[in-house]
């Protein structure tokens, strides 16, 4: 289990590359796992830096997607606990963004890429947040 585990990307999956292959061919420049102002472990997955907007693909597992996630028998506490910690630390990002001036977009990993890139240029192009906005998974 513990190798399956780590092989798991934290960065460049598939649903992440969709959307930023789309918001490049869209025209829009992006930083890749850019560092949150004042954490040095935490990085957000796409940034706009001069826009101020964070983009978050979160995976329906590690996050605890309501729709998608699931509960491994084995060990079944310490992964509960495990995707709760995901959670906390989620929305301590996200809070420390906003504090920050920040916009954060969280979206699932089994969001369609063109709706996701479709919300993030609206956000981008207008300067402001959408209704879109999640302040956690």
Known sequence: MSRRMSAVRKR???PEMAVRRLLHAAGLRYRVAW???GQRRRTI???FTRAQVAIYIDGCFWHGCPLHGTSPKANAVWWAEKIA???ARDADVTAQLHDLGWTVL???EHEPPPDVTAS???V???GTPSSDE???P
């Open 120 to 122: 993030v240029l609206a």
């Open 85 to 87: 910690a995901n959670r």
């Open 12 to 14: 460049d999956n598939g």
């Open 124 to 126: 981008v192009h207008s």
């Open 45 to 47: 997955d796409i940034a």
């Open 134 to 136: 999640v302040s956690a």
């Open 35 to 37: 560092p949150v102002p």
């Open 106 to 108: 969280r979206f699932w």
